[in-house]
């Protein structure tokens, strides 16, 4: 019996102690906003995929104006689906500090809020 409760402890206490020492899914969530927020954009589409390598993540490579630079966006977690909204050859723009992305297509221009579903921004 002693045995029982003693495995029982040790097993309750483990499931504690990973629980708290692990980060959760909306710490990944907050950091996937912290860093998205941190990208200045400026250029048009080049790319659009979902990476095999990398289980399907939706990635989008945008070439930008002015400075011939490739960057590549990781759009895993985003909650707006905004990977389906962009298209190859779109211009899109975005600021550091928010994640309000401008795009314009041929015929029209319109902005997608790109959500983590971070629920502790800071």
Partial sequence: MKKVLLIFILTVGFFFAT??????LSDSECIWDKK??????NG?????????????????????????TLIMINLIG??????????LGDTIKKSKGNNL??????????AVTVDFGCKDPR
């Fill in 19 to 24: 629980i708290y020492f692990f980060p959760s």
């Fill in 36 to 41: 998205f927020k941190e990208i200045e954009l």
């Fill in 44 to 68: 048009v589409v080049e790319k659009k995929y979902l990476d095999s390598i990398q289980h399907s993540y939706p990635m989008i490579e945008i070439r930008q104006f002015g400075i011939d």
């Fill in 78 to 87: 985003d909650t707006t689906n905004s990977y389906y909204k962009i298209e």
């Fill in 101 to 110: 992305i401008r795009l314009r297509k041929k015929n029209a221009e319109f």
